[in-house]
C-alpha cells in the first residue's frame, strides 16, 4: 500500500484475523467468520521511517494502542473479501488523514470599516431597545 507522502507498506507488515461478525447475515452469521480485524504494528514497520512512525504515533486516536498498533475492524459487507478490501482501504485513510499537515494559522484582525459597522449595528439595536422602554413607560 502507498502512502500519500511517498511511504510505502509491504503487506507482509499487515495482520489479518478473522473474525465472527455481528449483524446481518440469518445463518452465514452464526457459521462463517467474515469480519476482519487488520493490524499494523507501526513501532515495528520496516518500510516506514522514523519520522513517518512518530505521525502516526502521535496522533491520540482509539485504534492505536499504547504499544504502537494500529487496529481496523471491518465487519460492514457480509463476504469476507469486501471486508477485507474495506479494512484495507479505512487503514489507508486512517495513515494518509494523519499524514496531512496541517496549514499554520494566520492571525487577523477586523478592519476599520468592519469595527465601524459592527459599533453602527450595535447602537442601532439599543436605540431600538430604549425607544421599546420608553414606550412602555408612557
Known amino acids: 500500500m502507498r502512502l500519500s507522502n511517498g511511504a510505502y507498506i509491504d503487506d507482509a507488515e499487515l495482520i489479518e484475523k478473522f473474525i465472527r461478525s455481528s449483524g446481518p447475515g440469518g445463518q452465514n452469521v ?3 467468520s467474515t469480519a476482519v480485524e487488520l493490524s ?4 515495528n514497520s520496516t518500510t516506514l521511517d522514523d519520522d513517518t512512525k512518530a505521525k ?5 486516536d482509539r485504534r492505536i494502542s499504547n504499544e ?3 487496529v481496523i475492524n ?3 459487507f457480509r463476504s469476507q473479501d469486501r ?5 484495507r482501504e479505512r487503514l489507508l485513510n486512517f495513515l494518509n488523514a494523519t499524514l496531512v499537515v496541517q496549514k499554520k494559522r494566520v492571525a487577523t484582525k477586523p478592519s476599520k470599516a468592519a469595527k465601524a459597522r459592527r459599533l453602527q449595528a450595535k447602537k442601532e439595536r439599543s436605540d431600538t431597545k430604549s425607544r421599546r422602554n420608553k ?3 408612557d
Not at 471486508?83 to 479494512?87: I, M
Open 30 to 32: 452464526n457459521k462463517v
Open 83 to 87: 471486508n477485507r478490501e474495506d479494512a
Open 56 to 60: 502516526i504515533l502521535a496522533k491520540r
Open 68 to 70: 504502537g498498533v494500529v
Open 40 to 43: 499494523f504494528d507501526v513501532t
Open 74 to 76: 471491518a465487519q460492514r
Open 135 to 137: 414606550a412602555n413607560w
